[in-house]
């Protein structure tokens, strides 16, 4: 099976880095036009032009829904529709239970659950029939590692916003599933396990039932599909690309 996104345009949030650049580099080799967006003009202009494809760069913080309102109008405007939103754009913050202060709260939060709920408010009005959103959830949903509760708990409610969100817009043939990651080796994995990243993944890599880690290209091999028509009554769905590793 080949996965065909032609005629489709994709937005894909936190597009420069790590899962979202790899993720809107495929989906632009299965033929769609992607936009991607971040914070930081250099990097997701460079992005833009390493994925190539005619890729749109927009500079938008997903914490703020006008600038998310502003980046789909200018989909709109620039592709012509939008068919297919990954809600990618995810931090965490390490901090044990009694050293969670509002800034960390409020960052991890405001970005993983306001953030997804901004993206897929701006983008539902120029969404259609087959029209198919992706939120990325993690295994840490179940059992985030120590330090990470907060970042657990916003990705479990990737599950529950796809859960209900499908009751919500029924009728409308717009499907909403999740893609939980375990380790995936990007950038912000390496910045979690701090100076002792390489020995940490090691052990990683020891404790995985695969034997290693997975790559970004990996995670966005089960997006594209679920992007695509071929999952086209696949809804409400949490798939793990994790090598059988719950880290
Ligand atoms: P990276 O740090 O490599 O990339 C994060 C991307 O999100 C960057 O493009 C960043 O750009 C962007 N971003 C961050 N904050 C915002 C914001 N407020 N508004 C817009 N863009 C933002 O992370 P990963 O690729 O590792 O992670 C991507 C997603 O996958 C996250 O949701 C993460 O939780 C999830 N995940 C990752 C796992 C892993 O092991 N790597 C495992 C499970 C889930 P900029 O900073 O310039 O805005």
């Given at each position: 099976m080949r996965i065909d996104l032609t005629a489709k345009v994709a937005l894909v949030t936190g597009?420069?880095?790590?899962i979202g650049f790899a993720i809107a580099k495929q989906l632009t080799e299965c033929g769609a036009a992607v936009a991607i967006t971040g914070r930081t003009r250099d990097t997701i202009d460079s992005a833009a032009s390493s994925i190539g494809g005619g890729c749109l760069p927009i500079v938008a913080d997903v914490t703020q829904a006008d600038e998310m309102d502003a980046a789909v109008q200018r989909i709109g405007e620039t592709l012509g529709g939008l068919h297919i939103v990954v809600a990618n754009a995810g931090v965490g913050a390490n901090a044990p239970l009694g050293e969670i202060d509002d800034q960390k709260f409020e960052k991890v939060v405001g970005t993983n659950l306001k953030g997804v709920l901004n993206t897929v408010q701006s983008a539902l009005p120029m969404l259609g029939h087959g029209a198919s959103i992706v939120l990325m959830g993690s295994t840490g949903s179940f059992e985030a590692p120590s330090t990470m509760s907060v970042y657990g708990a916003t990705k479990a409610g990737m599950r529950a916003f796809a859960k209900t969100w499908i009751k919500d817009i029924k009728g409308r043939g717009i499907r909403i599933n999740v893609v939980s990651p375990g380790a995936i080796d990007t950038p912000s994995l390496r910045d979690a396990l701090g100076s002792d990243g390489d020995s940490a993944i090691d052990a990683l890599n020891e404790r995985s039932p695969i034997g290693r880690i997975g790559t970004p290209e990996e995670v966005a091999n089960v997006v594209a599909f679920f992007a695509?028509?071929?999952?086209?009554?696949?809804?409400?769905e949490e798939l793990y690309v994790d090598g059988g590793l719950k880290v």
């Amino acid at each position: 099976m080949r996965i065909d996104l032609t005629a489709k345009v994709a937005l894909v949030t936190g597009g420069s880095s790590g899962i979202g650049f790899a993720i809107a580099k495929q989906l632009t080799e299965c033929g769609a036009a992607v936009a991607i967006t971040g914070r930081t003009r250099d990097t997701i202009d460079s992005a833009a032009s390493s994925i190539g494809g005619g890729c749109l760069p927009i500079v938008a913080d997903v914490t703020q829904a006008d600038e998310m309102d502003a980046a789909v109008q200018r989909i709109g405007e620039t592709l012509g529709g939008l068919h297919i939103v990954v809600a990618n754009a995810g931090v965490g913050a390490n901090a044990p239970l009694g050293e969670i202060d509002d800034q960390k709260f409020e960052k991890v939060v405001g970005t993983n659950l306001k953030g997804v709920l901004n993206t897929v408010q701006s983008a539902l009005p120029m969404l259609g029939h087959g029209a198919s959103i992706v939120l990325m959830g993690s295994t840490g949903s179940f059992e985030a590692p120590s330090t990470m509760s907060v970042y657990g708990a916003t990705k479990a409610g990737m599950r529950a916003f796809a859960k209900t969100w499908i009751k919500d817009i029924k009728g409308r043939g717009i499907r909403i599933n999740v893609v939980s990651p375990g380790a995936i080796d990007t950038p912000s994995l390496r910045d979690a396990l701090g100076s002792d990243g390489d020995s940490a993944i090691d052990a990683l890599n020891e404790r995985s039932p695969i034997g290693r880690i997975g790559t970004p290209e990996e995670v966005a091999n089960v997006v594209a599909f679920f992007a695509s028509d071929s999952a086209s009554y696949i809804n409400g769905e949490e798939l793990y690309v994790d090598g059988g590793l719950k880290v």
